[in-house]
């Protein structure tokens, strides 16, 4: 490893904390030709606060995502309201006021310690796609998983990476997430977090 290397793996590790938040089904799938492959009004609901809120009312959470996940939200709810929008693509040029683009994740994660952003922002937020989660999981980021697991079977052209459970740890009775079984249009879900171990 070089020196820069060295320099910007030490900018990775110590870094917030990435805190991932996917649903993903029994295949590990998360969408399909574009979309969710499910309508779970909780799992919005859910999304819609763990993303959102902050402990500090002057403050903000940041959510990064892929350009299909940009796009796979509907129009009249981009951006994500209440929070700083970040999405990344190599090959897009410019996107509607009031949302930042970033060629890669670490351009997106210097963005945000940039002096303009680092005092507005409280929490960083990962919401997929499959590539980003997988960057993410894999790369040597403090990160968090929120993953609703859904149980059932959708039939899905976008999946979550392997949770490998020697790198994950499952946190029994997270505090923050709804417990038990849940059920909502026949669908059983459930709320899991689980922390990346720092090797
Ligand atoms: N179940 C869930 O929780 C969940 C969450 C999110 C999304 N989804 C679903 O997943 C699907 C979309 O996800 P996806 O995996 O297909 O696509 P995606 O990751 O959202 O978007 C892929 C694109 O993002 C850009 N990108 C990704 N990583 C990048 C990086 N490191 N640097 C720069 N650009 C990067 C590239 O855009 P360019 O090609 O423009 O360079 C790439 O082609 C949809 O079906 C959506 O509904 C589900």
Redesign the pocket.
Known sequence: MNQFSRKVQSIKMTSTTLNLV???CNNRG???D???PWRIRQDIDFFKKITTETKDPEKKNAVI?????WF?IPEKFRPLKDRINIV?????KEIESGVYLS???QEALELIKDRDLSSKVEHVYI??????YK?VMTGPYKCRLYLTRIMADFECD?FLPDIDEKVFQKIENPLNVPSGIHSENGINFQFEVYDKLQT
Do not use: C, F
């Open positions: 996917v649903a993903a998360i969408g399909v574009g979309r969710l995502m892929g350009r299909k996940t796979s990344l693509s190599r090959e897009m060629k890669s994740l919401i997929g796609g499959s590539s980003v960057e976008t």
